[in-house]
């Protein structure tokens, strides 16, 4: 046990040595800023298969966000709704311009075909970590502390990303909150 551990510091150590080099080696560089910016914007890429915006349905809808993350307080994950969710309101409502239309089109055409839809993940720890949004939900963090003003976001943008040990326990260490190596890790 422990010497996995000891074997799991190392790497984690040789890893940010390696990324203190790439970065040494990206300011040498600086000349060739066109390629690497095309590199990070492929790491960040998110697009979602429908463009589901927060801003209609947590904003102006005020719509809960546990109505459709509804594990969150008690589960680990938060979860993403089903389709059949989305069509508790998307049988009636079908947008009131070509855009939204065509957008709400889609989730029918899921809803019909009974598939779910491929949303894509964007918040994940590695599968060593274990993070249980329940204990921090009934503990009152806000889901906003971790995710933003989702609300406000046309698309689900990266805040606090990418999510590192470091984020976590400083947030543990400031609410005296348990960060013993086994709290977090299997
Ligand atoms: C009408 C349903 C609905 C409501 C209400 C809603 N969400 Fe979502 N949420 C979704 C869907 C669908 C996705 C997946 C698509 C996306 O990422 O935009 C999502 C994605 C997310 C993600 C990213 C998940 C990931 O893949 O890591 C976060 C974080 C999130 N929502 C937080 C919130 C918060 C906070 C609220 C309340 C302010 C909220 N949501 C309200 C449906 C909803
Ligand atoms: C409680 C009702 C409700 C639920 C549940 C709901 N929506 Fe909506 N949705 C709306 C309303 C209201 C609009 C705005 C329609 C308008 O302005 O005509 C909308 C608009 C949309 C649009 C068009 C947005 C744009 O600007 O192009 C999409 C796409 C959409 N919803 C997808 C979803 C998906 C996917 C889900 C399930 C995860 C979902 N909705 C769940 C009420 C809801
Ligand atoms: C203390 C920080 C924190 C808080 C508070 C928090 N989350 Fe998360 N959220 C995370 C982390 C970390 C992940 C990635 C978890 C994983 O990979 O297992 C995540 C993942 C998600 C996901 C991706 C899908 C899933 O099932 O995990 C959604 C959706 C989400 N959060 C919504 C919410 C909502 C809604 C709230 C408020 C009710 C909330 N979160 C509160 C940190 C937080
Ligand atoms: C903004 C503050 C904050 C952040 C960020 C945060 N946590 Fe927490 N965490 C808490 C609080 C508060 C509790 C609740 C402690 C309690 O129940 O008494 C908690 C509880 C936990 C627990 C349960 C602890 C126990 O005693 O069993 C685990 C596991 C955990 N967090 C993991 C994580 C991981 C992993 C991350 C990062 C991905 C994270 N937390 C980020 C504040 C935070
Ligand atoms: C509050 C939660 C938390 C605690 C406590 C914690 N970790 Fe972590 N740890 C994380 C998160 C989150 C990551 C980043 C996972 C990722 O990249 O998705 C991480 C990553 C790591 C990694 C890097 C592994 C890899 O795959 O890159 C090592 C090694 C590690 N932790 C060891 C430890 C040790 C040893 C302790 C005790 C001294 C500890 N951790 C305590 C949350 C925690």
Redo the contacts with the bound molecule.
């Keep these: 046990m422990t010497k996995r551990w000891i074997g799991r510091l190392t790497i984690g150590f040789v890893t940010i040595l390696g990324c203190l080099a790439f970065v040494f080696s990206q300011e040498n560089g600086k000349d060739d800023s066109v390629s690497s910016s095309a590199e990070s914007s492929t790491v960040l890429d998110f697009t979602q298969p429908i463009a589901f915006p927060h801003t209609i349905h947590a904003g102006v809808d005020q719509i809960d ?2 109505y459709c ?1 509804f594990s ?1 307080e008690r589960s ?5 709704p089903p389709v059949s969710t989305c069509m508790g309101c998307h049988m009636v409502i079908g947008g009131s311009d070509e855009v939204q239309q065509a957008e709400i089109q889609k989730v029918r055409d899921y809803w019909a075909a009974k598939e779910p839809i491929p949303w894509v ?1 964007i ?3 590695a599968d060593h970590v274990h ?1 249980p ?1 329940m204990r ?2 009934a503990a009152n ?3 906003t ?3 933003g003003e989702v609300k406000e976001l046309e698309v689900i943008e990266t805040v606090n990303q990418p ?1 590192s040990m470091g984020w976590c326990v400083s947030c543990h260490v400031e609410q005296n909150v348990r960060r013993d190596c086994t709290v977090c890790h299997y």
Excluded at 76 to 80: K, L
């Design positions: 966000c546990q993350h969150a680990v994950d938060a979860g993403i993940r918040y994940k720890v993070f949004h921090h939900v963090v806000d889901c502390t971790c995710h999510l």
